[in-house]
């Protein structure tokens, strides 16, 4: 039954659809097909004008995805200046001393999700900020990233690029949390 799916996936996929009815079609191996032509086709080669499907836009069910939880992954960005804000941490007690926006999550061409962190230093003070991150899909936690960001001066908002996990893994979400200084 799954091969039978797939095989229905691939010729969706290539426009095909119409000849499931012809009959005409052979599979060859798991996964593979040969269509009326003789061409043969796969997973990899399934695809507009011939070329493969990227990972992120391959289709699969992402709960039945396994990628075992490793270790913490250390990052130690380079960080770039963005802008000066005003210092409005403990002024009325409702701003954080440091606060982070992540935004930009996406496949990379070197085959890793990326994504863009901000962090802002909202007090008056040198900070050295160090970033909680989980890339998860579907709820389920992926990658476990702590990120070590260059020290940031009073006010400073600054951006770094950081990497998860390899594409192949589905991503559909990255949490951010401060951890220091709270």
């Not at 990227?54 to 039945?64: C, G, L, V």
């Not at 992540?102 to 990326?114: D, T």
């Not at 970033?131 to 936690?141: E, H, I, L, P």
């Not at 020290?151 to 949490?175: Q, S, W």
């Amino acid at each position: 039954m799954i091969v039978r799916s797939r095989t229905i996936a691939c010729l969706a996929a290539a426009g095909f659809a119409a000849a499931l009815a012809g009959s005409a079609i052979a599979q060859t191996a798991y996964g593979e097909f040969r269509d009326p032509s003789g061409k043969i086709w796969t997973p990899e080669n399934v695809g507009k004008d011939g070329r493969p499907v990227p990972y992120e836009d391959r289709a699969f069910d992402p709960r039945s995805q396994v990628a075992p939880a490793s270790q913490v992954v250390l990052q130690r960005p380079r960080a770039q200046l963005l802008d000066v804000v005003p210092v409005t941490s403990g002024r009325n007690g409702s701003m954080p001393v440091v606060s982070v926006d992540v935004s930009g999550l996406k496949a990379g061409p070197e085959g890793r999700w990326h994504a863009m962190l901000y962090v802002t230093n909202n007090s008056g003070a040198l900070i050295e900020p160090v970033v909680g991150c989980r890339f998860s899909n579907n709820g389920q936690m992926v990658e476990e990233t702590r990120v070590m960001v260059p020290a940031a001066g009073p006010g400073e908002r600054l951006g770094a690029a950081i990497d998860g996990p390899r594409t192949e893994i589905f991503v559909d979400k990255l949490d951010c949390r401060v951890l220091s200084p709270i």
